[in-house]
């Protein structure tokens, strides 16, 4: 539902505000499922991220039992932290200013052996319209399984998404992307 503002007197702060609590309470589901399942399999999780600015960690600390399975995770937002604490290849990084999916990937599996985690996610992109993104707000993430890159998908948005919202709906749909995969590793481990 799309609200505007000066047709019911929400200030664009009141509205933000608004939307983090919405995320947080639609994402109730997705955390308890997420955190069932990584519980149950007795499996790990960590997470680099840089656009999202620590909301996925936030997200993951958010589920009951989160330190039975969430080990941690780093907010790396400039060039030199993704180099120097994920190990993203400094030209690569600078050609391409630390947004691609191949920098994506190598966040999710670098962070998974940093913290020696069954499963990573990473995200990297723009919440802000910027000359370095020709004005566009997207955001590249993978999420690794067992040393492996298992997904790798862009996120678009509209460029006059507010900042934190393009943070909170790259979250969500990073989450709700991480449960399919969930879906989709439990069923072939019951065919097996």
């Known amino acids: 539902m799309i609200l505007k503002n000066s047709k019911i007197g929400i200030s664009s702060e009141e509205l ?3 939307s983090l609590i919405f995320f947080i309470m639609e994402l109730q589901n997705l955390f308890e499922y997420i955190g ?3 519980l149950k399999a007795e499996e790990t999780i960590s997470v680099a991220e840089s656009v999202s600015s620590g909301f996925l960690q936030f997200s993951f600390s958010q589920m009951k039992d989160a330190s039975k399975f969430y080990k941690g995770g780093i907010t790396a937002y400039t060039l030199d932290e993704k180099v120097n604490l994920l190990n993203v290849d400094e ?3 600078l050609a391409c200013d630390c947004v691609s999916p191949n920098i994506a990937e ?3 599996l670098n962070i998974a052996e940093i913290f020696k985690t069954d499963w990573s996610i990473a995200v990297t992109g723009y919440a802000t319209p910027v000359p370095e993104s020709r004005k566009k707000l997207y955001a590249y993430f993978a999420i690794g399984y067992k040393g492996r890159v298992i997904l790798s998908e862009k996120l678009d948005l509209h460029s006059r998404t507010k900042q934190v919202n393009a943070q909170l709906y790259y979250t969500e749909f990073i989450l709700g992307c991480f449960k399919l995969e969930l879906d989709k590793h439990n069923e072939k481990r019951s065919i097996s």
């Open 16 to 18: 933000s505000v608004r």
């Open 36 to 38: 069932n399942y990584l």
């Open 106 to 108: 190598t966040m999710a």
């Open 91 to 93: 030209a690569e990084a």
